[in-house]
């Protein structure tokens, strides 16, 4: 029995059309226009952005008091509207109300949650801070499941207070301890982190989470699918009674609701999809399901890497073996690949990313739970080599394409045993459920439908190999943590590298990362992006952080 699985095929055309009639039957394309998938909640959002969000997103951020220097160091980077989330989340968040964002990835829901965040935090040298209970301990924490994640999210953090002096510090596996114990004992306001580095920091005493004021929790249904339920538990119990919470999550299910209604006080529902979203799946992206045999998926691969127009492509794998072998399988064709998984050790993860975004490797092979800090825009391909388990990890890992308003292919690999499992996938997403075509490297429905040259061999020619590949991207040494070596290697084979920190799953060990200020600057060793003053510059107003519960003011307290 192989560790293939299977996936699914369908086209979401961008028109109204409300035919569900499938196509031709020697293609792999169902036509699903106007096909709704119903909604995975067992709870139904207070706010929604049907029709409502139009007038809201052609607001500025000002515009919903958000304060100037968060407004200036946005507006540097491009950002001046919000995107739907935003501005459903930014007046309730800035009420001081707590809230369950239903947002799926890469809709912009981290500034949703960010700019409140950093607004009732107040950072070194602004008036109030001396005075503050909190000053040199966090104020604000957020937890997310995956390392990738953390340091995506601290990265869009330091950008909105790069002319702010908060310090942001990344806590997440893979990493030495000691450059993030170092960091926090400096003082930290705000912490990004998983779990498990959260917890062995807080059992080692360096962690203290009494004058958090604010906690977010990040794509929650995730955290709860990797088990992180008692570690959150364990995290929010450590935390003051009063304070805000915001949780964020791509699907509802029950086990996310009873979590709101557990360590929430009276929440407010919010459910926002993208601009072209039909239901769960998104209309710009073209679905394609094939049955192929696992003998000769790469082959099949190695000619979808040709089709015309292909840029940036995501192969998506179940198991991390599989992710290393067709990594390396198409490396030896020619192919700018790299592997991304969690049996490398951080170092390589960072280098395969870093290279992927850089544009030296176009094919990233990812297991789910590596892939979910990817956020590239210019995705146009994504191949399910393995079937997902769900319709929820379908439904993210489709989500890589198609987004920002870009149109985008995704590509389901069906084995003859997962038929079954695409079966309940499809039916869960309002999915028309038809028996995937039959496919080989050498059909001419998948050349007809993907857009492959005539002539299409299983290598890329040498002439098209430009890319400089994965080499080309330096691997740093992060003194990482259960390893024989400082760093894992990253090139072909990628899978060889060890093996797991420690027992904490999609995590591993941890430790701090250092992330670019939204200016590119870097603080004196700070493990996120803080923003410093420079000697001589005139003194910032006054800043007072302004808690309220449902509307009403808190009174300040300097108790734990």
Excluded at 183 to 197: K, Y
Aim: net charge negative.
């Amino acid at each position: 029995m192989t560790d293939e699985n299977q996936s699914t095929d369908t086209v979401v055309p961008a028109h109204g059309s409300t035919s569900t009639e499938p196509s031709r039957p020697a293609s792999g394309i169902i036509e699903t226009a106007g096909a709704h998938a119903p909604v995975l909640d067992e709870a139904t959002p207070d706010i929604t952005d049907e029709g409502e969000t139009q007038d809201l997103t052609a607001r500025t951020f000002a515009d919903f008091g958000v304060e100037p220097e968060i407004c200036e160091a946005l507006a540097a980077k491009g950002i001046t509207h919000p995107f739907p989330i935003q501005a459903l989340t930014l007046p309730v968040a800035l009420g001081g109300q707590d809230i369950i964002g239903q947002a799926k990835t890469g809709t912009g829901k981290t500034l949703g949650f960010g700019i409140p965040l950093l607004m009732d935090t107040l950072g070194p040298g602004e008036e109030g801070w001396d005075e503050d209970p909190a000053s040199g301990s966090p104020q604000a924490l957020i937890v997310l499941p995956t390392r990738e994640l953390a340091k995506q999210v601290a990265d869009e953090l330091s950008t909105a207070a790069a002319r702010r002096t908060v310090r942001i510090t990344q806590v997440y596996g893979g990493r030495a301890y000691e450059p993030q114990i170092e960091a926090l004992e400096r003082g930290a306001e705000v912490v990004v982190g998983t779990p498990g580095r959260l917890i062995d920091l807080m059992d080692r005493g360096v962690l203290d989470l009494t004058h958090v004021t604010t906690v977010v929790l990040d794509e929650a249904d995730e955290m709860l699918d990797l088990g992180f339920l008692p570690d959150v538990e364990k995290i929010l119990s450590r935390t003051r009674p009063d304070r805000h919470t915001m949780l964020f999550s791509a699907t509802m299910p029950g086990a996310v609701v009873a979590l709101a209604r557990r360590y929430m006080t009276k929440p407010t529902h919010i459910r926002a999809q993208d601009p072209g979203d039909e239901g769960m799946t998104v209309k710009a992206v073209q679905q394609v399901v094939y049955r192929t045999h696992a003998l000769n998926k790469v082959e099949v691969v190695s000619r979808i890497l040709q089709a015309e127009g292909r840029g940036r492509t995501i192969i998506f794998a179940r198991t991390k073996r599989t992710a290393a072998r067709v990594a390396e399988d198409l490396s030896s064709r020619g192919f700018a690949t790299a592997a991304l998984h969690g049996d490398l050790g951080q170092g390589a993860r960072e280098q395969a990313l870093r290279a992927f975004r850089k544009g030296k490797v176009d094919v990233l092979v990812a297991t789910d739970v590596a892939a979910r800090g990817i956020d590239v825009d210019d995705v146009t391909h994504v191949v399910n080599y393995q079937c997902p388990e769900d319709e929820k990890i379908y439904v993210h890992r489709i989500g890589r394409t198609g987004r920002a308003g870009n149109s985008g292919t995704a590509v389901t690999f069906v084995d003859w045993d997962d038929v079954p499992r695409w079966r309940i996938i499809a039916k869960a997403l309002g999915l028309p459920i038809d028996e995937p075509v039959e496919t080989y490297h050498t059909s001419d429905h998948l050349r007809s439908d993907l857009g492959i040259p005539e002539g299409v061999t299983g290598r890329l020619p040498r002439h098209k190999r430009v890319l400089a590949g994965l080499d080309a991207e330096e691997i740093e040494d992060l003194g990482e943590t259960g390893r024989r070596g400082a760093g894992s290697r990253g090139g072909r084979g990628a899978g060889r590298s060890g093996g797991r920190r420690d027992g904490r799953g999609a995590e591993g060990a941890s430790g701090s990362g250092r992330s670019r200020t939204g200016r590119g600057s870097r603080s004196s060793q700070d493990s996120g992006g803080s923003s410093r003053r420079a000697d001589g510059e005139a003194p910032r107003r006054k800043r007072t952080r302004k808690r309220t519960r449902g509307g009403r003011p808190t009174e300040p307290t300097s108790e734990a």
